[in-house]
């Protein structure tokens, strides 16, 4: 177990199986525990990376393991790309709770790359493909079913670099705060088949909207 030993986990596993129920899910035994595993790595490694701002691991909760399960029932096919990765958010916590799939997570940052290995080496995740490379100069040979994006950019300029590597038919999911009103009006998504959907997620305060772009 990669438990912290700072952070009592009682509060924290509760808060995670009333949001997890709270989104209509069900974990396959060991995946909680997998997942708050992945929060006490990251606690570990944010005090000497800055991973990520969010602190608090009640916060972390919502923030990033919930946020990024609400995404499980959009996903399609068999792999999956999460561009802009970071700390392996919406990826690591979808590839715990998902094993089926292959995941790819691809950043930029070294540092954050470097976290990815290590948590997918600690949590036993042999479906998870950490890729170190800016999106512009990746070239994988292959394409993908499904491709996400927690919002590392504007959906027009998500949706362009990632066409090339998208299946068909595929989806493209982009994940954003309040309803992106100015995005949805740039005319390169005007003849996209795109759909809006609010999302709901357990102690996160504020708005969550999902852009799904279907490619048939």
């Known amino acids: 177990m990669t438990q912290d030993p700072l952070e009592p986990r009682g509060p924290i596993a509760a808060r995670l199986a009333e949001g997890v129920a709270a989104l209509g899910l069900t974990l396959a035994p060991g995946q909680g525990e997998r997942l708050l595993d992945l929060l006490a790595l990251l606690a570990r490694w944010n005090r000497a990376y800055n991973l990520t701002a969010v602190r608090d691991p009640l916060e972390q909760v919502a ?3 919930l946020d990024s399960l609400a995404l499980l029932p959009y996903l399609r096919g068999e792999s999956v790309l999460d561009l802009g990765t970071g700390a392996g958010l919406p990826g690591l916590p979808l590839a715990i709770c998902d094993p089926a799939r292959h995941y790819w997570l691809l950043d930029g940052n070294g540092k954050k790359v470097r976290f990815v290995r290590q948590a997918v080496l600690e949590l036993g995740l042999p479906a998870v493909h950490p890729i170190h490379s800016r999106i512009e100069a990746y070239r994988p040979g292959r394409k993908f ?4 994006s927690r919002a590392v950019a504007t959906i027009a300029q998500i949706e362009g670099l990632s066409a090339p590597l998208l299946e068909r038919p595929g989806r493209l999911l982009v994940m954003k705060g309040r309803y992106p009103q100015d995005e949805l009006q740039d005319p390169a998504l005007r003849e ?6 609010k999302l709901f997620v357990p102690f996160l305060e504020g708005e969550r909207h999902l852009i799904e772009i279907r490619c048939e």
């Open 63 to 65: 923030r990033h393991l």
């Open 192 to 197: 996209l088949d795109l759909a809006v959907h």
């Open 145 to 148: 079913s499904t491709i996400v």
